[in-house]
């Protein structure tokens, strides 16, 4: 069984720039969720999608947003780029009934 | 929200060393896993236990629900076992889902 996956594995952008990172569930979960790992920081949660809806966000500005699609890989958009987004960014995902979640292994997204 | 603290922040064992972290959390909840986070940044899960006792090989865990901590015990460390061991609580939401809240995490150095 396939794992979580995320793409691209690292992104480098300009400050002010757009970056879209994606995520492909485990066959079977409906849920989606992001985090944000700065470095040295604990897992910050960013967003959840299921079935397509967003069902909550955390403590993050607008311009980082996101969407489901139908088969329920998800993506995340960071819009306007600033240096202190640079971060590795984590999805996970989950069977909307269940509780054990399962992470990829990330976009580590670079703002120079 | 909830608060999740780790300790010790940071580990440092000799190869074949025991070990045992904590996690305390301030309110009530039905989930908590256990991960740990390699070098490169993958979260693998270790442990689902939101309450009683699991052993996983070298590994076990404890959750103590209405004492609100959880322990995680590294028996015959390996350089392998080094990385940041995180610990994730969080309470059921809407949709049957939950959306962990993680802790600053366990840094874990095996030297040989």
């Known amino acids: 069984e396939a794992g979580v996956t995320q793409s691209p594995t690292h992104l480098i952008k300009t400050r002010g720039q757009q970056a879209t990172l994606r995520c492909s569930p485990i066959?079977?979960?409906?849920?989606v969720y992001w985090y944000q790992q700065a470095l040295g920081l604990g897992l910050q949660f960013l967003l959840w999608y299921d079935e397509g809806e967003e069902r909550n966000r955390g403590n993050f500005p607008p311009r980082f947003s996101g969407r489901q699609f139908p088969n329920y890989s998800s993506e995340l958009n960071v819009n306007a780029l600033e240096l202190e987004d640079s971060a590795l960014y984590l999805c996970a995902s989950s069977l909307g009934q269940g509780a054990i979640y399962t992470f990829g292994s990330g976009t580590r997204l670079t703002v120079v | 929200g909830i608060q999740v603290e780790q300790s010790p922040p940071d580990l440092i064992l000799q190869e074949g060393a025991n070990s045992t972290l904590r996690c305390n959390f301030s309110?009530?909840?039905?989930?908590l896993q256990w991960f740990h986070q390699n070098p490169w940044g993958q979260l693998i899960n270790l442990f689902y236990i939101p309450s009683g006792t699991k052993q996983n090989g070298r590994l076990s865990a404890t959750t103590v629900a209405t004492e609100r901590y959880s322990l995680l015990y590294i028996s015959s460390s390996q350089t392998t076992d080094s990385g940041v061991y995180f610990c994730?609580?969080?309470?059921?939401?809407?949709?049957?889902?939950?959306?962990?809240?993680f802790g600053r995490g366990t840094s874990l150095i095996v030297h040989p």
């Open positions: 309110d009530s909840v039905n989930n």
């Open positions: 994730a609580v969080g309470p059921w939401v809407a949709g049957g889902s939950y959306i962990p809240t």
């Open positions: 066959s079977g979960h409906t849920s």
